[in-house]
């Protein structure tokens, strides 16, 4: 099999490493990771650890449109909680009695959404670290609570977020949501990962007029209740940017419903994913991921992504990925939902070996676009380059204690491709 049969190259001006820089001081540090030519995100800590800015580079190179909410930045969970009948009214059976000194027989236990920039008024902001930062990839973890807008701040559930950024554009999130105190938390539907963009009005020229939209349903409307999809897509007819958010298909019974809500009215606009009436009892504790991809168009290194279709083969490769034979598959690391050695915490498999390794990736119905790996027990040095199918391709890694962190510069775009890894 020759090179155009198994990949196709990625011609990037420069290599796809990543850099981080933290600036400011607690409680208001900020941490930006930055792709040369691809992307920019910035995480605040005054909104609990949200990614409140993210400039598509390719398009923006100057950084002047952010593409994220301004209220709770480009990846949100949660927002309203359900009425139910209580078992007593009273000034304090429920947060909303509590808050608004109500007696009726509605009871309401309120909102709870993270991050925002409620967090920084209810002195909530927590703790915003970088945990991993090299050539390959960077991973911040933020700690907060859910919040009630800048209403309350819900220390008895607290949030852990961590964030893996790829050069690619590939961002996958490992959430943890915790359920403490003595009574339990009522969802509505609005449970899940959301994508929140921007929607600015003071300045229309900066507005993106994102749409949303699923394999199946297009145009998304308000309080859209289908099943859920394998990805939405954020699209705009302004911007060459797009978004996918996915699940792994482990949490598909947990995350059942895609949700919507139309905000451009108060200048942001959200959809992503929902659950159905779940509580969460007192000592509640799960943990899930999801993946968000960035695409732009006319740029080598981050995928070209307009519509769904366009899409699904980028949410494929995180939901079922591709089939690695050859090498020592690792399928008990921390992140690892179904134990198959891909890691969807991290968006990468994991492999072990000292070096050097040779396997054979079935790529699937998945794109094969820049595949991730982290090889445990690495005993070599960083590589530059992977060899597929006897061609040098470039590849961005790092080399932490005994483990390799690699994403590769390219795309297999055959059915099977055979790598080397290490000389």
């Known amino acids: 099999m020759n090179l155009f049969a198994s990949l196709l190259l990625l011609a990037v001006q420069a290599p796809g490493t990543l850099e981080v820089a933290e600036s400011g001081d607690a409680p208001a540090r900020k941490i930006t990771v930055t792709s040369a030519g691809v992307y920019r995100a910035v995480l605040w800590q005054a909104s609990g650890g949200g990614i409140m800015e993210f400039y598509d580079l390719a398009a923006d190179p100057e950084a002047k449109i952010n593409l994220a909410g301004w209220d709770r930045g480009l990846f949100e969970v949660g927002w309203h909680g359900r009425n139910y009948k209580g078992d007593k009214s009273g000034p304090d059976c429920c947060r909303k009695h509590i808050l608004y000194g109500k007696t009726d027989d509605v009871c309401y236990d309120g909102c709870r959404d993270w991050p925002s920039i409620g967090h920084k008024d209810l002195k909530a902001e927590g703790k915003l670290e970088v945990i991993e930062k090299n050539a390959a ?13 800048a209403k309350y701040a819900d220390p008895d559930m607290p949030i852990t977020a961590v964030y ?6 590939r961002i996958a999130v490992q959430v943890r949501v915790r359920k403490a105190g003595n009574d339990p938390f009522r969802w509505s539907a609005e449970y899940g990962p959301h994508l929140f963009v921007a929607a600015p009005k003071e300045k229309p020229e900066l507005n993106p007029l994102f749409t949303f939209s699923t394999p199946t349903v297009s145009n998304i409307p308000d309080g859209f209740k289908g099943s859920a999809e394998a990805l939405v897509l954020a699209a705009s007819p302004k911007v060459r940017t797009t978004f996918l958010l996915t699940i792994p298909t482990e949490f598909q019974t947990l995350f059942s419903r895609h949700w919507r809500h139309d905000g451009r009215s108060v200048r942001w606009d959200r959809a992503g994913y929902g659950s159905e009436t779940l509580v969460m009892q007192p ?14 168009a006319e740029n080598a290194f981050a995928p070209s992504m307009a519509t769904p279709p366009e899409a699904m083969p980028h949410a494929i490769q995180y939901r079922v990925p591709p089939v690695v034979r050859g ?3 690792v399928k008990d690391d921390d992140g690892d939902f179904n134990r198959d050695g891909f890691n969807e915490s991290e ?9 050097p390794l040779r396997l054979t990736i079935d790529r699937g119905d998945g794109a094969g676009f820049a ?6 027990g690495w005993k070599g040095e960083a ?5 597929i199918d006897g061609k040098e391709v470039p590849a961005a890694s790092a080399v932490a204690g005994e483990t390799l962190i690699l994403q590769v510069h390219g795309r297999i775009a055959g059915a099977q491709a055979t790598m080397k890894i290490g000389k």
Do not use: H, N
């Open 137 to 149: 990839r960077a991973r911040v973890r933020v700690e907060s609570v859910f919040t009630w807008w």
């Open 164 to 169: 893996t950024f790829y050069p690619s554009g």
């Open 283 to 296: 000592g509640y504790d799960s943990t899930w991921a999801c993946m968000i991809q960035m695409g732009t």
């Open 327 to 329: 090498a020592e598959l």
């Open 347 to 355: 968006g990468c498999t994991v492999l072990r070996g000292a070096g």
């Open 371 to 376: 595949p991730a790996f982290k090889v445990r």
């Open 383 to 387: 590589v530059r380059s992977v060899e």
